[in-house]
């Protein structure tokens, strides 16, 4: 079966009706640019084989202005095609967000959610949301490979593998998303508290705590295998209380903090904006960075000493700092 055939009968199947309130790919419509793209193609290559001969009424002239017009095609085909992109990963992630909301949530509303579970099986339903946004991501992300690898060998260049390029530097690649390896620890702390009942989901997900470089690994619906690493890239240790910045690096907490020059306490919000990434140098990642609560939940549950130990050095870092921190504007307070 073709690829646009399966991607149609993914968005018209069983879940139709969930996926309509979801953004995605207009991979038919984006096809049938590149074949008047083609059409263009083959028409200006014949104008100029007539031009060649010294045919050069008024006819051939017109459509040869036809031809020219295709520059803007390919204007349209990438313009839209970043925007479905931009939609895709803004859908995701906020829908992503809201479910993990619901499975960490604390205080009164951690309790309304148990009392739910009384009367709905509620740990089912968001088990199988998280499967269904992960075939979400998967298909919309596979759709936007072939369509550009498809607009490459129309125009027998590179620009599609460039647009990829232009993507990864706007952050909007789809499966090296932040959430995307939320997601996979949301389904293997699941599948450590209960015993094979979600096993159908929870066996695509693997991580390795205790190697050299601990890793999570996700193998996708479309059977691709995706593996992150859970190093951070400044204290070279497996990330405690983890931020993914904006750029897609993962750092400790007090790390960031750190990179970022502000205090612990103070948060990574408080990052100035030409603040840059400790790994790739780019300025302004810290404003959008996201807390890794369920990938820390993963670590606190099956790396139980060394995450007690991180705790403690990390709240005695916060004392400290504090301390220092009041105690300089108290002395400031003295001259006035």
């Keep these: 079966m073709k690829f646009e055939e399966t991607f149609m009968e993914y968005l018209h199947g069983d879940k139709e009706r969930l996926l309509d309130k979801y953004s995605h790919v207009e991979y038919k419509r984006l096809k049938k640019v590149l074949k008047s793209c083609r059409t263009c193609q083959a028409l200006h290559n014949s104008c100029q ?34 925007k479905e ?7 995701f992630s906020s829908r992503v967000r809201h479910l993990l909301h619901l499975h960490v949530a604390r205080g009164m509303q951690r309790y309304a959610l148990r009392l739910r579970q009384c009367f709905k ?12 946004l992960i075939e979400y991501i998967t ?22 593998k460039n647009f990829k390029s232009k993507m990864r530097a706007e952050h909007l690649e789809l499966l090296h ?3 995307l390896i939320e997601l996979g620890a949301f389904y293997l702390n699941f599948n450590g508290s209960d015993s094979g009942e979600f096993s159908e989901f ?13 890793v999570i690994m996700l193998r996708l619906p479309n059977s691709a295998k995706l593996e992150y690493s859970l190093t951070c890239a400044i204290c070279l240790e ?24 502000v205090l612990i306490f103070q948060g990574l919000k408080a990052a100035t904006p030409d603040a840059k990434c400790a790994v790739c140098r780019e300025a302004g990642v810290y404003a959008n960075s996201v807390h890794m609560l369920e990938l820390d939940l993963l670590l606190k549950t099956r790396c139980k000493e060394y995450w007690k130990e991180r705790m403690v050095a990390e ?13 300089l504007q108290a002395r400031y307070l003295k001259y006035f």
């Design 121 to 132: 099986n509620n740990q089912q339903a968001m088990v199988e949301e998280g499967w269904m």
């Design 315 to 327: 709240r005695a870092e916060m004392v400290k700092q504090t301390k220092e921190y009041w105690d």
């Design 238 to 261: 497996t990330v405690f209380n983890p931020y993914a910045l904006s750029c897609g690096h993962l750092f400790c907490k007090s790390c960031a903090c750190s990179a970022a020059s």
């Design 177 to 179: 998303s932040p959430w």
């Design 49 to 82: 084989s007539e031009q060649d001969q010294g045919d050069k009424d008024n006819s051939t002239l017109s459509q040869l202005c036809q031809c020219q017009s295709c520059p803007l095609c390919d204007q349209m085909f990438f313009t839209e095609l970043m």
């Design 139 to 160: 298909m919309s992300a596979t759709a936007i490979d072939k369509i550009l690898n498809k607009y490459d060998k129309v125009h027998s260049s590179v620009n599609g």
């Design 85 to 91: 992109a931009s939609d895709i990963a803004g859908c």
């Design 202 to 214: 929870c066996g695509h997900f693997f991580c390795d705590l205790n190697a050299t470089e601990p």
